[in-house]
């Protein structure tokens, strides 16, 4: 399938999608976000995809929502309107981009190669790691324009940086640099930009060419799905079953074996066979 906004692109285990409107910053619009959720449902359910990198084409990774159409850009019944609910899908229904990478077996990765601002930096928040390069910067800038925290990133910030930090920025609504973003802990790296990819796709392999693919499918759902929980008990009736469940497997058989053996692994389970989570 081609895309109008992003490019879809495979080498070996790791998948690259691209926001691809460079003359306009890779401006997020309805059509992007519709892509970007088709995108991660189309890796979900391909099995020789271990790993989804997301970047942007040219200077700028995504500037946020696509304003060109006016003060109207975000009522959701202008023409042209970037708003992310509809009457029909309203907001909270678990469908969409964010639904389509919270669900994703796989684990993503955000190489952002330049201003992440809005949903632009938002729709990153879902994913995994995050990454950026030097000279990229960000913004919660919702404050600033009338709106509210949108993407589900009201709960997915304070997870990710804290109450005190997603407090600080989002209320500010300022811009802040690649400096700060690790300092506050929204990414993990900054590297030069020529470096940025190559970087994300080491991440990527090693993932790929070391883990098993059912092991990184269920452990990134329980990591993000019981974080918050008040307390560890119920996490333990899961985590317990699981380690049975898969102990008499195949996998554990072949980690095993490839760890006495010093050679790397070969596991056999597909993430389309993991298991689902209670």
């Given amino acids: 399938m081609a895309y109008e906004t ?5 080498d070996g285990p790791v998948l690259t999608v691209t926001l ?8 997020y619009t309805a059509t992007m976000g519709a892509e970007l959720e088709d995108a991660f449902r189309r890796a979900d359910a391909d099995d020789a ?15 946020g929502a696509d ?43 955000a190489a952002i190669n330049g201003a992440a601002v809005g949903v632009g930096v938002t729709l990153t928040l879902p994913m995994d790691i ?15 324009r009338g ?9 997915f910030l304070p997870r990710l940086v804290g109450l005190p930090q997603a407090l600080r920025w989002c209320l500010s609504g300022r811009l802040f640099p690649a400096d700060e973003a690790l300092a506050g802990g929204l990414v993990s790296e900054v590297t030069a930009p020529d470096a940025l990819l190559a970087r994300a796709r080491e991440i990527a392999l090693e993932i790929a060419e070391t883990t ?15 974080a ?44 389309s066979e993991a298991p689902p989570l209670p």
């Fill in 67 to 109: 304003i060109s159409s006016g003060a109207g850009a975000f009522d959701s019944a202008a023409e042209g309107s970037v708003a992310f609910a509809t009457a029909d899908q309203p907001r909270g229904s678990g469908a969409g981009f964010v639904g389509a990478i919270y669900n994703c077996r796989k684990p993503s990765i």
């Fill in 212 to 226: 098993a693919p059912v092991s990184i499918a269920l452990t990134r759902q329980m990591l993000w799905r019981y």
């Fill in 6 to 10: 992003l490019l879809y692109e495979t």
């Fill in 20 to 27: 691809n409107r460079p003359d306009k910053l890779n401006a």
């Fill in 147 to 155: 709106l509210v925290p949108e993407a589900g990133s009201a709960w």
């Fill in 228 to 271: 918050g929980q008040p307390h560890p008990f119920d996490l333990l009736k899961v985590d317990g079953a699981l380690a049975m469940q898969l102990g008499a497997g195949p996998d554990v058989r072949e980690g095993v074996a490839a760890f006495l053996e010093k050679r790397p692994p070969r596991f056999p389970g597909k993430a």
């Fill in 130 to 144: 995050r990454i950026c390069a030097e000279g990229a910067r960000f913004g919660f800038v919702f404050a600033r």
């Fill in 49 to 63: 995809v271990r790993v989804v990198i997301v970047t942007g084409a040219g200077r700028g990774f995504c500037a």
